[in-house]
């Protein structure tokens, strides 16, 4: 009998099996962090890219997270000012990932398979991954709340073929978001899914002075079910585990989400009107 997303989803929302190990990308030179599992030869790997105006300490836990289920999780640490460069953000990630695949992590006992990588980010940072992904071929990408970038990453995901998620929570058609558009020019496999309740910068950590400005404030919950959607989708595509093959259906169900078609027509909800207008309405 096979096991209930719903069960897996619980699972997944919990650290994995391995003691997590933290490095300095910049020994290397591309100023970053990288998470690893304590040992392992060949083994996965993720680039993520931070959003607009954070850092990689943002998403410690996210990071950690998907270490824990066996992944190398390396983030450059740049582009953190107000006008920040897409393009070179998306080049560091192709850097981080060279650096993660031709150097021993660790004491020397930890090393990535060059076949076995993955490309992520947040806001601006998805669209970044996609640049990136149109620059070096890897095995899945995963868009997380995406923002608009320039070049425009919709404009670039008619060059990939690369499996995709995209999970975006309740403001998917607002403006600071292209999830829709990002998803409907995907040229290969992808999802667009929604998380109930999520807003685009509730994965982000430790933003106290923005969150009092209104910028969003940390999402428990929303962080929670992201942690579980992204590494239940990395260890389906990234790992062809079987037991995760719903997370990247996208006829899966899964609960506290959503998936969307992206080429539906969008339901543009009727305005509420008070009794005062509709009187002055029926007198015309």
């Known amino acids: 009998m096979s096991v209930s997303a719903k069960s897996l989803l619980s699972t997944l929302s919990m650290r994995g099996p391995h003691r997590v190990l933290r490095g300095n990308l910049g020994i290397a030179g591309q100023p970053g962090v990288v998470y690893t599992p304590e040992s392992g030869l060949n083994l996965p790997a993720v680039a993520f890219a931070h ?4 850092s990689a300490e943002n998403y410690k836990s996210l990071l950690e997270h998907i270490a824990s289920w066996g992944f190398v999780v390396a983030a450059p640490d740049t582009e953190r000012g107000p ?10 990630l192709l850097t981080t990932l060279d650096i993660v695949t031709k150097v021993r992590l660790g004491d020397g006992t930890i090393s990535v398979h060059p076949d076995r990588l993955a490309l992520a980010g947040h806001g601006m940072g998805a669209g970044a991954a996609v640049i990136a ?12 709340f995406p923002a608009p970038t320039s070049p425009v990453a919709e404009n670039i995901a008619p060059e990939l ?16 978001s292209n999830a829709r558009a990002l998803a409907a020019a995907w040229s290969g496999p992808s999802i667009l899914r929604t998380i109930n309740g999520a807003s685009h910068n509730g994965i982000i950590e430790g933003r106290r002075l923005f969150a009092a400005l ?23 595509t990234v790992l062809a585990d079987k037991k995760y093959a719903d997370f990247a259906d996208p006829e899966g169900e899964i609960p506290h989400t959503k998936v969307v078609d992206p080429h539906a027509e ?3 909800e009727a305005p509420k009107l008070s009794i005062g207008t509709v009187a002055k309405l029926i007198r015309g």
């Open 51 to 54: 959003g607009w105006l954070t």
């Open 83 to 92: 006008i920040p460069s897409h393009l070179d953000l998306g080049t560091d």
């Open 133 to 144: 992904a149109a620059q070096r071929r890897v095995a899945a990408v995963v868009a997380l």
């Open 161 to 176: 073929d690369t499996p995709g998620l995209i999970l975006t929570g309740d403001d998917l058609d607002s403006v600071s």
């Open 214 to 236: 209104g910028a969003g404030r940390y999402e428990h919950k929303t962080d929670k079910t992201t942690r579980a959607l992204v590494t239940g989708y990395l260890l389906a």
């Open 266 to 268: 969008v339901e543009v």
